[in-house]
């Protein structure tokens, strides 16, 4: 699992049916020494723009997805399942 911030949302008039309802988010998140980089996830849990979130990956946000939509072979690699109150180090 990794944090990020949402950034804005997606809007994709031709897509797969089966991400049809599906919200999708762009998320910045760090890579390496505050490289910021942008990925697409699934949020199933009402994120907004600012939000940080917990995203997941591959089979595991596909699982993640697939649970709240009760549709299986979801082409989703990440999905955003938190969102983050605080971050103690």
């Known amino acids: ?3 990020g911030t949402v950034t ?3 809007w994709a008039t031709r897509k797969d049916e089966k991400l049809n309802g599906l919200k999708l988010m ?3 998140v760090e890579q390496k020494k505050s490289v910021m980089t942008s990925i697409i996830a699934a949020d199933i ?5 600012g939000d940080q979130v917990i995203i997941t990956m591959g089979s595991s946000a596909r699982l ?3 649970r709240e ?3 299986s072979k979801i082409p989703v690699d ?3 399942i938190g969102i983050v ?3 103690e180090s």
């Open 1 to 3: 699992m990794i944090i």
């Open 8 to 10: 804005g949302s997606v």
């Open 26 to 28: 762009v998320v910045a």
């Open 45 to 49: 849990v009402g994120a907004g723009q």
């Open 64 to 66: 993640a997805v697939s």
């Open 69 to 71: 939509t009760m549709e």
């Open 78 to 80: 990440a999905a955003i």
């Open 85 to 87: 109150d605080s971050v």
